[in-house]
């Protein structure tokens, strides 16, 4: 997801947020909190965030559930950009589950090879596929238990699905970079992507969810950078227990 739609790239810009919802919640976190005060807390980042990255979606392109699901699990270990480079393709040839269950594995890692992992991501593409034609009519499923049942989809795919392509906001998206800013916010101390979306969902509400996850994944690639984070610009410096200015 590119952060080139984002007003402002982390700049202090967007209302003197920084200092105006910033400074009524607190100066600066640091040492222990109580749960009302985080969840506060979580609330104004959260604005910001929306202030900042207004436009922030889902950067995998798709028309429908079954498109996503088939970016979601390529997008293993793999940028966005080039998901979206190799998916026309993908789905000029093999354009609904059908197609897809019926293709021969080694065409599709010939498509799909550039996204890396790409023998397991054909099998588990195919094996996607298939238990949808053969267990759901040819539909992806929108729940969290049929999503997890199909292959190559764990929680965090579902939740992709779910939150993208149903609107339905049944969790929280944990990434690498959602889990790095959760962190460095001071929103979770887990490292597990399982236990840091527990902590997010007890401080945002559930129609927040999807959107949370996006916001959060923006930052951390126009300003919360994982080796650099550039504090000096980010809109949360007041309001991050990390922030190094
Ligand atoms: S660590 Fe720095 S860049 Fe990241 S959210 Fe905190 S203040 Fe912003």
Not at 27 to 45: I, Y
Not at 63 to 69: D, G, I, K, S, T
Request: aromatic share 4%; net charge positive.
């Amino acid at each position: 997801m590119r952060a080139s739609g984002a007003r402002g790239q982390g700049t202090n810009g967007a209302n003197g947020a920084n200092g105006a919802k910033g400074a009524k919640v607190t100066k600066r976190v640091k040492g222990r909190e109580s749960r009302k005060a985080r969840r506060e807390r979580a609330g104004v980042v959260y604005e910001l965030l929306v202030e900042e990255y207004p436009d922030a979606t889902c950067a995998l392109t798709h028309r429908n559930p079954y498109e996503l699901a088939v970016a979601t699990i390529l997008s293993a270990q793999c940028t966005d950009e080039r998901v979206n480079m190799v998916t026309p393709e993908l789905f000029r040839q093999w354009p609904e589950p059908e197609d897809l269950a019926g293709a021969r594995q080694e065409e599709l890692e010939e498509v799909i090879r550039s996204t890396g992992f790409f023998r397991n991501k054909a099998a588990n593409l195919i094996g996607m596929a298939t238990a949808v034609v053969r267990h759901h009519g040819g539909e992806i499923p929108r729940s969290m238990t049929d999503l997890k049942k199909l292959p190559g989809i764990g929680r965090k795919t579902a939740n992709v699905v779910l939150g993208n392509a149903f609107g339905v906001d049944e969790g929280i998206v944990v990434d690498t970079h959602v889990r790095r800013l959760s962190r460095r916010l001071g929103f979770t101390r887990e490292e597990n992507p399982e236990k840091v979306e527990k902590d997010l969902v007890d401080l945002f509400p559930p129609e927040r969810w999807t959107m949370l996850a996006h916001l959060l994944i923006w930052h951390g690639r126009a300003v919360c950078k994982a080796r650099t984070p550039r504090c000096e610009v980010c809109v949360l410096s007041r309001l991050c227990p990390s922030s190094s200015v």
